[in-house]
């Protein structure tokens, strides 16, 4: 079936030269009225060039759209995150997965408003940002029309997308010529560096690549101590100060970066079912990732962080897939969240040369005893010998076990 | 019901003097024939002048068993143990859980041979570790009778269990007589510290509690790197040289000792129902972590990978419980070994005051693709129009939902 | 340490013969000042008689305790539980184990209620209640006195508690004088029977062992069609008729019982360790969890139920065990009531002779798309050439790793 | 990209008028030479006039493939599942899941000796049918053609299909002319039908659709009793007849013909995406599920049975996706696999009237301990005040987060 073309289309747009070209062929090939939306993750760029941009490329300046979404972001999509410990495949803290979701809402509202009928994104068609923008425009608005120009369009390389750039008049930096050595993504939680220079998987990352940290080598040589505080889950303080959300991923990205923390290469498994390398740089995130494990530890229940620790691989997934909208990640986060109402307290943390430490944890709501566990005779809920019971019937059946194997 | 005192027992005999003392109470309170059984499982000591003091102690010679357990417990304990990426409460590499289950085997294959009625450790009443070898014993030998001299024993006090000492002629090396500020345990995989000067969570570590590893800031201000070879999930060579499991891993040690790798100070939840705080040194285990994950991120296919980070805590939960001999240990373990017929080939890691990065990863086996990953247009079985299918039917469900939204 | 003597208990108090002679224990062995619950769950007994065996046993009226809680544990307990289809073991619909957290919370509001210092129960040493009842105990009570007479006390034989009771004027029915030729458990849920004449599971289990239903063979020829109307995950209606929760259960509990439905004869692995056989009969439970599952497959989302039942059997085993009262059974419940919004609608259910069968389901807020589904032409959301894409994708991985082995 | 067309084309070809009409537009469309593989999967056809039709469509004997795959089927297909205890979505047999991977392995081992360089099935571009054939395909043999004629030719409607056989030839039987109200897919272990008139999940299954029972009210009014034999998981014998398996579960079948046992009228969830209605028969496999449940009760350890269950919906849903020939459906395999060592024995299955009801299980290798189990005084290894110590350790951790609630 052939579908009628868009009348009105939202495009997540950066300002960059890539979706400038996709905002041209969006009016030369669909002959769409295009509605802008940049947002402000705190990629470390200035937005409102992107306004300019677009009235240049004769965008109508009610059709612009720009936000400041930062604490939105952390607030509701980066803190939540992280009350699961989540990491991907071991290792990977999700900083691009993480504010796709936030991009794809903005643009379904946005459409509301405007009364567009479709969404586009810059994502190329191999990689798991396609997947996350659509899955999260549909599960939000089931009939929007969604425009996906890498994997429609027939621009065989980059000189002819520098061609249809240049007989557009879009304009064109220097630098973006040529092809860059790699790609990157960005936002307040995270960088990411992949492709071309970094294709093989065999050849250390360049220290050129790295957008966010300086390397441990180059960070000073006397450790940084800090103190984040928290409240049900979420960090709210460093060193005593109450920061914002954004504020204080702020501030750890800023520690993070100066010590040289949060650096990761990494080989990982796409949803769309191959296997790509990136490096990422999670300054702030990789900080406190130590830092709620540690709040952690001294207010969560066992069985609490035994499930939890459970289920985070599978919630990890749900968030890289981009099925942050579906009722699995929901009731998910409904478990994570019922979980975090007493993980509040204090954690000292020491920052040096890449290392984050926790060196301690104190709270009013401490599940961690000191009575019971010293090696002096504590005060005394706990008996001894109680423990011969303990072992006697949780090896019952194991000895029932071995009994049959002796007969068998 | 009252039982018989056993008539022989064997002991694990570290030839210290806590269990030089057990060793004389079995024999004064039991009127016990004693075998000891003293392991070189690499914990930095000799094992030898245990035999002396066994001797000294009245144990005849054909009752003295001293055997260096190194590379069973290296190849059949710590490297099925590793394939899985273990790590107890995200992470905790499980050092001390892993021996125990090797030194109960070992005592009931001597009771075996020598024909003792029972086993005894020199585990106290609050820890994990009497589960964890009082498990194995069941497990192999379910009618063994097990003592378990620190839940039954009268003494009071330190000074009571001294002066037990001197009436019984063991001898005191001189700073045993106090009360040590922390106790310890070790083995070739790691060593831990617990207790007295540890139990504020909130105070740091001291650093004289270290035994494993400088200090990350005492550690060269050059890195060391290295290259790892595995063969189906192990660990076999070090810079192209093949090493026993045991060289291997003693050689990993001395790395990591040397660059201030594999600290932890962590609060962590018991078996028995308290959380306690340990500092943990595991210098090569650490190294080995992140090799071994490196390694299957080339060549470990993503269904097996995410089933096994899911199954993971598990596994690490029955380990640390004591649970090694179990059938449900042994059935993960099924599934972890069948995962690891392909990670074989080297990886690149670059050992730096404390952090442990992999820098590059290649295997014959590789199922990385550079050709369907690259930006650049490669030779084929990716299309990128199939990407607007797979999105298409992965939404489906979510879009069903979503109209239900709107509807209702 | 030795406790001093409990000076006021409340007793889970039945008004039978074994609860009786605990009571006269407490009074005669502690010479404590016992005050008796004894609570309708709708097991089928009368609960004031109980009253008057209690005062004939010289507790004062004011220490007498009874309360009707069938709706608190329909809608609180076994409501709550149906929502993710629990069974235990494959089969079993826990109908004792969720009435024992009930019992517990209602001693210990008692025992707060009159300033007690202990509780007791009746269950014995060798089974599950007394797990569940104690960690009831202590999950609301940390420090409550717990006293469990089965492990505690020195009769050696059912003769030596009859006399115990003829010494001290317990009144003793004729058939409790010899052993019963097995022991029940009944609420409004289910009843249980098991011991004796069931302890050879090579046997069948005899006729008259049953107690809610008759047997299929029994049954009317004609078959039952009922209507059952479903609100959020719970049954509220039947037939269109709207009924309390208490009052449905009963009515399907009637249902159930004449169409012969609900039977259950098991060999279960019980927490202390070892394999016991019972026979259980949920009617009514049996029919709801059918009626359940029924209106969820139209209403919910795929990825929802599935991750419900990976869940279910952790969140079985912890009513099994007596976690009721837990953070992570807490946790499990957030996730599993987030499920059940839209888990709204009808379902026709036909029951004959044992059978209980879906036969049709419907609901405003269905998933299920005819227009989608149907073999002809559809309206349209779904495109059948998607699914290449979505095969070719789901594939790569899968081709990849083919081609290893082709080349390996 | 424009793939050349296919030269040789293996289809999977039953003889009837959807692939005789496949078999000519290969012919047609692709000028394709065309090899047939018809399987007897015991699906109650002949299959033998397949190679009739196939000769009179044209195709060379040498082309001709059919193979009486029961044996395999049951044996490597059917009993490996049945070992989970493996059920979809709380219901569903997988009788038609299961045979898919074998009939791909087929094809792809025919292609090899023919040359053929593409495959293809007659599955429509809705269902699960087509991932399922074509993810084997894929993963046995990477870079195969695959060719999904529904999902390719432009035939609109019924008709025209009809048009298109009669224009080449294709006899058509009367009963195939006109639309068949339902469709149908059978084989040794299910029949399922689906479609039309089971369109509207609110209207009962008519009982023509039925195909492998009588309905339960037809059944005789006497129980059959039966015995199973099991050997390591797998049943081996019925009432002490040693039977191979093809021949075991044809018998099973027969049984549960007769008996009205093994219906099914469910909503599932399809893996592209939507909810579809089914009403399926698996006679012998639902008595054979519970008999096996019945064997295991016995003889599998608690730990192994509970992480059987946990992982069995992942397992089931890889299986029921069409990821049968994937790492992670081998590993999980693996692990259930390593459990049924030990699960032998008889079990005793009363049949009556759609009830399958285990009776009896007896095993030399039974875990299941009268003497510990027994409410008189048993001899010997579990000791009644045992339980006070493992429950006060299984309750210190809600102990102390009690305490902390009472001073929060």
């Known amino acids: 079936m052939t579908l009628a073309p868009p009348k009105k289309v939202v495009l997540a747009y950066s300002g960059g030269l890539d979706t400038s070209i996709?905002?041209?062929?969006?009016?030369?090939?669909?002959?769409?009225?295009?509605?802008?939306?940049?947002?402000?993750?705190?990629?470390?760029?200035?937005?409102?060039?992107?306004?300019?941009?677009?009235?240049?490329?004769?965008?109508?300046?009610?059709?612009?759209?720009?936000e400041d979404v930062r604490e939105e972001f952390v607030?509701?999509?980066?803190?939540?995150?992280?009350?699961?410990?989540?990491?991907?495949?071991?290792?990977?803290?999700?900083?691009?997965?993480?504010?796709?979701?936030?991009?794809?809402?903005?643009?379904i509202e946005i459409a509301r408003r405007v009364g567009a009928d479709a969404v586009c994104h810059g994502a190329t068609g191999k990689g798991n940002d396609q997947v996350r923008f659509e899955l999260g425009y549909?599960?939000?608005?089931?009939?929007?029309?969604?425009?996906?120009?890498?994997?429609?369009?027939?621009f065989g390389s980059r000189e002819a997308l520098i061609r249809f750039a240049e007989d557009h008049q879009i304009p064109i930096s220097k630098?973006?010529?040529?092809?860059?050595?790699?790609?990157i993504d960005a936002n307040l939680l995270h960088s990411s560096s992949e492709g071309k220079v970094l294709e093989d998987p065999a050849v250390e990352a360049p220290e050129y690549v790295h957008q966010r940290t300086i390397a441990p080598e180059d960070?000073?040589?006397?450790?940084?101590?800090?103190?984040?505080?928290?409240?049900?889950?979420?960090?709210?303080?460093?060193?005593g100060e109450i920061l914002s959300p954004a504020a204080l991923l702020t501030r750890l990205n800023q520690l993070g970066h100066d010590n040289g923390i949060g650096r990761l290469d990494l080989v990982e498994n796409r949803f769309v079912g191959m296997k790509s390398r990136g490096v990422y740089e999670t300054p702030g995130g990789?900080?406190?990732?130590?830092?709620?494990?540690?709040?952690?530890?001294?207010?969560?229940?066992?069985?609490?962080?035994?499930?939890?620790?459970?289920?985070?691989?599978?919630?990890?997934?749900?968030?890289?897939?981009?099925?942050?909208?579906?009722?699995?990640?929901?009731?998910?986060?409904?478990?994570?969240?019922?979980?975090q109402e007493h993980v509040s307290g204090k954690v000292r943390v020491k920052l040096y040369k890449g290392n984050t430490t926790v060196i301690g944890r104190e709270s009013p709501l401490a599940l961690y005893d000191q009575d019971l566990v010293t090696f002096e005779e504590g005060s005394g809920s706990y008996d001894q010998r109680d423990?011969?019971?303990?072992?006697?019937?949780?090896?019952?059946?194991?000895?029932?076990?071995?009994?049959?194997?002796?007969?068998?």
């Open 22 to 66: 996709i905002l041209k062929w969006l009016q030369t090939e669909y002959r769409a009225e295009v509605v802008t939306f940049t947002a402000d993750l705190g990629q470390g760029e200035e937005v409102e060039p992107a306004r300019r941009k677009a009235e240049l490329l004769g965008i109508k300046p009610e059709n612009i759209f720009i």
């Open 75 to 107: 607030r509701d999509y980066v803190f939540p995150m992280f009350r699961a410990n989540t990491v991907y495949e071991g290792l990977y803290l999700l900083g691009t997965s993480i504010a796709r979701p936030l991009i794809a809402k903005k643009q």
């Open 138 to 154: 549909y599960a939000l608005e089931p009939d929007i029309r969604v425009i996906a120009p890498w994997r429609e369009w027939e």
């Open 175 to 183: 630098d973006k010529r040529g092809e860059s050595p790699f790609s």
């Open 219 to 239: 960070a000073p040589d006397k450790a940084t101590i800090i103190e984040i505080g928290f409240e049900a889950g979420d960090p709210v303080s460093i060193d």
């Open 286 to 339: 990789t900080i406190l990732l130590a830092a709620h494990r540690g709040i952690e530890s001294i207010t969560l229940d066992r069985g609490a962080m035994h499930l939890k620790d459970e289920i985070m691989p599978r919630y990890a997934s749900l968030i890289y897939n981009g099925f942050w909208f579906s009722p699995e990640r929901e009731m998910l986060q409904a478990l994570i969240d019922k979980s």
């Open 387 to 408: 423990a011969a019971g303990f072992i006697k019937l949780n090896a019952l059946r194991l000895r029932i076990a071995a009994k049959r194997a002796q007969r068998g």
